[in-house]
């Protein structure tokens, strides 16, 4: 019999060496990583609190409001401050409004933008630098200090009320075409060149090489500048003062009786008015993300 058969008992006693192994063997705990666990979750929850009381108080009747002490848990289900916004006030007008005019900046800002960064990355005319330094100074000056100049413009156009009144200060992007810009210059020359030879012209080298290739930072730009729109609440409530024109934002505003403010309607309304945007954000997560970090990293 040979002797360098081993017992099944050495066998048994050898130590494991597999991943199950590893498995199996104590961790120590991540102090750090739990420590920024909780803390984000704590974070987490500070944010959502606002969401969270504005669905319960909706979901509460005047009376439960306004009584002491306030109850943060829901007793008792009403939903009679969403019927009366539905039915009392002009809801459906305003939630035409806000996507119409949404879906009209996004359409131009995208459009006049694009076209404006290829004009600028691509093209030589008189005047591109100073353009481009123009676009850049745009930066500096805020849109609130571009309010008087433009309501009295669009006042004397007759604009107030207008469609045409909301939608056309909000075209002014000059981030939009900077980004653009920026893309349209990693884009290797050698495909426009190609493009020149093969007799194409500057509409046809955009849309039907540079755009299929920057589609990605287009959707999310997009989807980007509808939100922004869509949540825009300071220009409509200096253009509108007709409660049909009015957008959902500035709609929220009017939501009240002969008895004042009534908290449950108005929490009623701004759940409506935040379901669309949020229903966007987790269908279109990853392109939203990625459009807020590209326009974070240019302006850090």
Known sequence: MSTSAKPPSAVLAKPPTSAFARMLRPRRPNVPGLIGTLFTLFIAAIWAFPIYWAVVTSLKTEAQVLSKPTTFLLRTFDIN???QVLTQSQILRWYFNSVFTAFLVTFFVVLLCML????????SFPGKNILYWALLAGFMIPFQGLIVPLFVMLADFGWVNS???IVLPQI????TIIIYKQFFDAMPPELRDSAVIDGAGE???LFNIFLPINWGITTALAIVTFIGAWNNFFWPFIITTQEQMMTIPVGITQVSDAWGVQYARTMAIAVLSGLPVAAAYLVFQKKVTEGI???AGLKG
């Open 293 to 295: 970090m590209v326009t």
């Open 116 to 123: 404006c960064g290829y004009a600028i990355s691509q093209l």
């Open 203 to 205: 509409f046809r080298i």
């Open 163 to 165: 469609y045409q009144g």
């Open 172 to 175: 002014i992007a000059p981030i």
């Open 81 to 83: 401050s969403y019927i």
